[in-house]
């Protein structure tokens, strides 16, 4: 049986027939699998959902205790007999708990990546490449321009800001499952010891980290006392893209707004934002890093789930991998 006739896009998302079930469903389904924490991907009201211990708590931290009907949690490399699928789970270096989902069916094996990167981050487990037949891969930054740099050259030029602008607030904008960790953990990498300041709705996400083995050092509530705009003077301030542009970030002295993420290689994006100092760093891979991992796994085929679809099929078919786009609907840049 062709592999497009064994799992294949529904509205829901993608489907499996044999195991009755979807990954990364955009509506409520009876079973569904899912890949990572973030609210494109993980959504709440399934019947049924199977997903690493990490990615079911963090859904319970984000949607409440009630999220789904029931839950089974799945270990990494444990295979899981569904119907007629068995399924099994690999880390796909995303954020804490991602998983790449291989879909055992009458012979043909597929990996769906969810979102990966190839890239160091403490804050998960690393990428595993999954052997497989069909390699389902997601394109956020699926253009030969994306070049992402060495993360911790980034930290260096927030360093810099601050040897230079001692007196004003730096508040660093980032996601809050999976870029906030990184970034504290980043910047406590690169020799920054002081107290971290966080933004309120980052604070369960990162004390579940904590509880599960990352240190993140000092963290410390963005408050400030008497409303004094002093109070923080040169210190870091990490906090979600859209606290920013309320009057809490306003609160602040000076403050110089940074963003993390691997869109701040679009200058535009920058200006559009806002952002004084825009810092590359990002959750997914870029080019070199998705051709190179299709080249490594050298799958019969390629299909491209979101982002930059075309331009990744065309490289396939250039290269010899058999390619289409799935033109799935729903997924967004959260954790981009």
């Known amino acids: 049986m062709k592999p497009d006739r064994l799992l294949y896009p529904a509205p829901a998302g993608l489907y499996c027939p044999a195991g009755d079930f979807y990954v990364d469903p955009v509506r409520p389904v009876q079973r569904a699998l899912i890949t990572h924490g973030h609210s494109d991907h993980a959504r709440a ?14 859904m319970a931290i984000r949607h409440g205790p009630d999220f ?19 399924v099994s789970f690999h880390p796909a270096g995303h954020v ?7 879909i055992a069916v009458n012979g043909t094996r597929f990996c769906v990546s969810g979102d990966y990167k190839r890239g160091a981050d ?19 930054f699926g253009l030969p321009v994306f070049h992402h740099p060495d993360p911790k050259g980034e930290i260096d030029k927030l360093f810099t800001s601050l040897k230079q602008f001692p007196e004003r607030t730096h508040l660093v904008g980032a996601y809050s ?20 300041y966080i933004h309120g709705s980052l604070a369960r996400l990162c004390d579940y980290y904590v509880s599960r083995g990352v240190d993140l050092g000092d963290l410390r509530p963005a408050t400030l006392e008497k409303d004094d705009p002093t109070d923080l003077s040169g210190a870091i301030v990490v906090g979600p893209p859209s606290a920013f542009a309320e009057r809490w970030a306003r609160r602040f002295n000076e403050p110089l707004v940074a963003f993390a993420s691997g869109w701040m290689m679009v200058r535009q994006r920058a200006k559009q934002g806002g952002v004084e100092l825009p810092l590359v760093i990002s959750d997914h891979c870029d080019w070199p890093e998705l051709t190179e991992t299709i080249r490594e796994l050298s799958p019969a085929e390629v299909w491209v789930t979101h982002g930059r679809e075309e331009a990744l099929v065309r490289w396939c078919e250039l290269n010899g991998f058999p390619a289409r786009p799935l033109h799935l609907v729903g997924y967004e840049d959260e954790g981009d």
């Open 45 to 58: 009201g399934h019947g049924a959902v199977l997903a690493t211990r990490e990615t079911l708590d963090i």
């Open 68 to 86: 789904c009907g029931a839950a089974q949690p799945a270990a990494y490399g444990e295979t899981i007999d569904l119907g007629g699928a068995g």
């Open 96 to 102: 804490l708990g991602s998983a790449q989902i291989a």
């Open 122 to 140: 403490p804050t998960c487990a690393p990428y595993e490449p999954v052997a497989c037949d069909v390699f389902i891969t997601e394109a956020t």
């Open 177 to 196: 499952l999976g870029k906030a960790q990184r970034v504290i953990r980043l910047l406590r990498d690169c020799g920054y010891d002081k107290p971290i």
